[in-house]
């Protein structure tokens, strides 16, 4: 016979203020199988978990409700006060009064009625729960990072120095991401390059850092602490065992396009390295450009090659690897305003650029050598529009959140143009300027000092008038519409979830959000892990981020994993499905459904009725693959799967309980 | 096809060519447009400024008349009438309260389910580029014009539904239709002032200046307008911006349908296109061999 007890939670005022929670205590004691009720105003505080271990010896309980919040925030930490009360921790019953009920209802009386109903059914269904057991799994002891800009190089670095392997899958033909992309960084104007390549070559070098550039993650199958993943690492051309990196091929290739890497600001061969700092510091070739590879003409790279290295039958591969860990650091894009800034021309004006493009223009390494020039005819700019959030807090066309790096970039742009051209005239369009970090605000007013003119207010208009831009706007301090005539333009624009991003978190299996950043488990208390278990975040991947949040989130989420490889093996969760044998049919209609693929179908030895021996075909479920989600239970016909804490008797019973 | 047709004030008065035009069209593609009987001031910007009740009662017993005569779609060709019927049923839509109230008001019942629809969009979306191709008779070959919807037809979006309120391009493809060469330009849908012309002149003549200016820096032959209000400020006031800004504007300035009408082998006698007030004389002779005039 269970003894149970229920204890409901104030959450502060958060239920308490539209719940009678003494009420519903006192309601809580006449149902089946109750014997004791309390309330208390913070039941996950250590005073509320001691009183619970308390009353627990006291009255000799033997099944446990707490009716507080989300089983999403505080299911595990009541499981070990039970299991420190010493109770199986799957004795324990929770019920949402504050999500399900004070939080979205605002008459006292009515909540409290629902929340005595919501008690009711947890106390029902604590009747009918069982003990249950974890057995558990092995750890494999190396991570898989993947993306290797910034976030990734930082994460894959600190858990390699921890003394575990690391494998960091890029699928450009170099690591670094856009860091080294860019010239410097706000606040302290140190050379980006200058921070971010040591790493590249650091990442490169280390011993247990195996790098796989120009690769892809193709799948992934398995569970916290054993990820089996095919990795397809694409077809370069160059045997980089051979090739010396001299370079010698990319300065005789007569096919040249649009360097992806300056942003169509330069020019690039096709047999390549992005830049002269690439890691790997030696070429690939571009299939859909190389004449050799598309009209089989050409082949002067493999003429020239000294050690042989160019292959133009190589092929991809696809290889697989276990992992115990997985961090994603797949960065971001940026918003193509091209495609719906219909009053800045739709990209028709040459001298229309992005911040990024800013970025390789003031580059010393840049396509221009670091010189400001305008795109459509290369004169040095006297006068410079800037014009921030484009794209970004702009929900009616674009997106609804701020992106945060632009306020401070554009902040160092100006800085840098009136630095650069000291008789220029800089002008910034914006809505609020946003410089929340250490230093950043300082550097702001310095900009301000420098001479930039900050003007409060969008840009509705953008045209062409002559070699000028005329640029239309309002300064909503003075109330007045505003019109500057710029040489050159600079898009703030928004940070977006890197191009194929969605594709792979379905992939790794989890779900973004709605505008396609992978959600963290918890806003606040689990911000680098997903809500798949072994899966962790590292930097704009997760949401629009500076470098300096990137790189400690980064280490945060390497800590995460490494604080997963340093055990050997995990603990099972045991709420998982089990299928009885004796009345399953193997329809298979549960494999179908699976999201997991944790059920296969058997053949099992068996008798029929006459005593014949004869071999049926059964459902089996593999609990390390098994996540609970209960999928096929409501699928199967003839109820053989039942979902272990959550089996059919102990949910009927808790409906039951509603109308009893 | 056949639609309700609300006129409104200047297509009686100052836009009496475009409503002259307007009509050719329809007939020749095979238009039928019936007045709506008995009809009212839409109440264009006065009222809106003054009572927000009367600004949407106005329009609505227009359009509760062409309902009770059982009429799907209305046609506007004027962009501030147009706008102020856009208005009222985007606002009787979304309250029923509203809808009763403004019932009452007119005395008949108005249950806002007609679709209102621009005359350029009658035209450029609802009646098929090849059917209008087919009729056309005298291309307007090498005609350099650059196509100016305004605010009004446009904006805003979500309750004119305009192909795109930055760069809208359906006056542009029925220009392209007729033969002539539309231009990419800048000022599309920038304001022509509208009235402000008369109160604050130094504001208003600026604005039509600068449509004017990057018309012509485009090489613009001649402007196609969708509403008769931008055509007059841009057709009458061109000698008072030339005195105040010591230009040198004569861009002739077209409605839409004019320039349609002109393709379909009507002559400018047929139309109202001696009203105008920037010749359009020697550009025609160039263009079509001095048939249209």
């Known amino acids: 016979m269970r003894r149970i007890g229920v204890f409901i939670c104030h959450c502060g005022s958060n239920i308490a203020a539209t719940v009678d929670c003494a009420k519903v205590a006192e309601a809580a004691r006449g149902f089946p199988g109750v014997v004791y009720s309390a309330d208390y105003k913070y039941m996950c505080s250590e005073p509320g978990q001691e009183f619970i271990k308390a009353a627990i010896a006291q009255e000799d309980l033997n099944a446990i409700v707490v009716a507080s919040c989300t089983p999403r925030m505080h299911e595990l930490t009541f499981r070990k006060t039970l299991a420190n009360g010493g109770l199986n921790p799957y004795l324990f019953e929770m019920a949402n009064l504050r999500e399900q009920c004070s939080w979205v209802h605002t008459d006292k009386e009515k909540a409290t009625v629902k929340a005595i109903d919501l008690v009711k059914m947890a106390a029902a269904k604590a009747n009918k729960n069982e003990e249950l057991t974890s057995s558990t799994m092995p750890v494999h002891k190396k991570a898989l990072v993947i993306g290797a800009g910034i976030a990734g190089m930082q994460a894959a670095l600190d858990i390699a120095d921890a003394g575990h392997q690391v494998v960091l899958v890029e699928r450009e033909p170099t690591i670094g991401g856009k860091m080294p992309m860019l010239d410097k960084t706000f606040p302290t104007m140190d050379c980006s390059a200058c921070i971010s390549t040591p790493k590249m070559v650091e990442v490169a070098q280390h011993p247990n850092i195996e790098l796989l550039a120009y690769a892809e993650v193709t799948e992934v199958k398995g569970f916290i602490g054993s990820f089996t993943v095919q990795i397809r690492q694409k077809a370069k051309y160059v045997d980089h065992d051979k090739c010396t990196g001299c370079g010698l091929c990319e300065t005789k290739c007569p096919s040249k396009v649009p360097n992806e890497y300056d942003l169509g600001l330069g020019q690039r061969a096709c047999i390549y390295k992005p830049f002269a700092q690439a890691v790997p510091n030696k070429p690939v070739i571009d299939p859909l450009h190389c004449r050799k590879l598309v009209d089989n003409k050409c082949g002067l790279c493999a003429k020239v090659c000294p050690t042989g290295a160019v292959n133009y039958q190589d092929a991809e591969r696809l290889f697989t690897d276990t992992f115990g860990a997985i961090v994603m650091a797949t960065g971001y894009d940026l918003y193509p305003w091209e495609e719906i800034y219909g009053e800045y021309g739709y990209g028709r004006f040459p001298d229309v650029i992005t911040g990024l493009q800013f970025e390789r223009m003031v580059n010393a390494s840049g396509p221009t050598g670091g010189k400001l020039k305008r795109p459509s005819d290369g004169q040095e700019p006297k006068s410079v529009v800037f014009i921030k959030c484009v794209g970004s807090r702009e929900p009616a066309k674009a997106k609804g959140y701020c992106s945060r790096a632009c306020c401070m970039y554009t902040a160092k742009h100006a800085h840098q143009v009136l630095d650069k051209i000291p008789d220029a005239a800089v002008y910034v369009f914006y809505m609020d300027v946003r410089a929340a970090g250490k230093a950043y605000d300082e550097f702001y007013e310095a900009t301000l000092k420098d001479g930039a003119v900050y003007l409060r207010g969008r840009v509705s208009k953008i045209y062409q008038e002559g070699s000028k831009l005329i640029v239309k706007g309002e300064d909503s301090l003075l109330g007045r519409p505003v019109q500057v005539t710029a040489d050159l333009v600079v898009l703030a624009t928004a940070m977006i979830p890197s191009q194929g991003s969605r594709e792979l978190a379905q992939t790794v299996g989890f779900l973004p959000d709605l505008d396609g950043w992978y959600q963290e488990a918890h806003p606040k208390l689990r911000p680098v892990e997903t809500p798949t278990a ?127 | 096809m056949k639609y309700a047709y609300y006129p409104g004030c200047s297509l009686d008065a100052t836009g009496i060519e475009y409503d002259i035009a307007n009509k050719l069209v329809a007939r020749t593609l095979g238009i039928e447009l019936v007045e709506i009987p008995d009809w009212n001031c839409c109440g264009a910007t006065s009222a809106h400024t003054t009572n927000h009740l009367l600004a949407l009662a106005l329009p609505a017993r227009n359009l509760a008349i062409a309902e009770a005569h059982g009429f799907e779609q209305v046609a506007v060709p004027c962009a501030a009438c147009f706008a102020r019927c856009k208005k009222t049923a985007a606002a009787v839509q979304a309250s029923p309260d509203l809808q009763v109230q403004i019932s009452e008001v007119i005395g008949m019942t108005y249950a806002a389910k007609s679709e209102i629809l621009s005359y350029l969009d009658v035209i450029g979306k609802k009646t098929g580029l090849d059917h209008i191709k087919k009729h056309v008779v005298q291309p307007l070959t090498g005609l350099k014009i650059a196509a100016y919807y305004g605010c009004l037809l446009v904006r805003p979006v979500d309750i004119t539904q305009s192909d795109d309120p930055e760069n809208p391009m359906v006056m542009d493809r029925l220009l392209q239709v007729i033969g002539a060469e539309p231009i990419a330009w800048d000022y599309k849908t920038e304001c022509c002032g509208a009235s402000q012309v008369v109160p604050v002149p130094q504001l208003g003549k600026k604005l039509i200046h600068d449509i004017l200016k990057n018309a012509a820096s485009y090489g613009a032959d001649a402007i196609a307008t969708a509403c008769p209000l931008c055509m007059l400020n841009l057709d009458m006031r061109q000698k008072q911006i030339n005195a105040m800004f010591g230009t040198q504007f004569h861009i002739p300035v077209f409605h839409f349908t004019e320039l349609m009408a002109l393709s379909f082998g009507y002559s400018a006698q047929d139309f109202g296109l001696a009203k105008h007030f920037e010749s359009a004389e020697s550009l025609l002779e160039r263009m079509i061999g001095g048939k249209g005039a």
């Open chain 1, 534 to 660: 072994g899966v962790f975040l590292a930097g704009a991947c997760q949401g629009p981020k500076d470098i300096p949040d990137t790189v400690a989130q980064a280490g945060a989420a390497a800590a995460k994993v490494c604080g997963l490889l340093s055990k050997s093996q995990l603990e099972t969760n045991p709420m998982t499905a089990r299928s009885n044998p004796a009345i399953c049919s193997g329809c298979g209609l549960c494999v179908a459904v699976c999201p997991y693929k944790a059920i296969q179908l058997i053949s099992l030895a068996d008798r029929d009725r006459y005593g014949k021996r004869i071999n049926r075909t059964v459902a089996d479920v593999n609990h390390g693959l098994c996540q609970g989600c209960g999928a096929c239970t409501v699928t199967c016909r003839s109820g053989a799967i039942d979902l272990q804490g959550f089996k059919n008797n102990q949910i009927l019973e808790e409906v039951d309980a509603l109308w009893r």
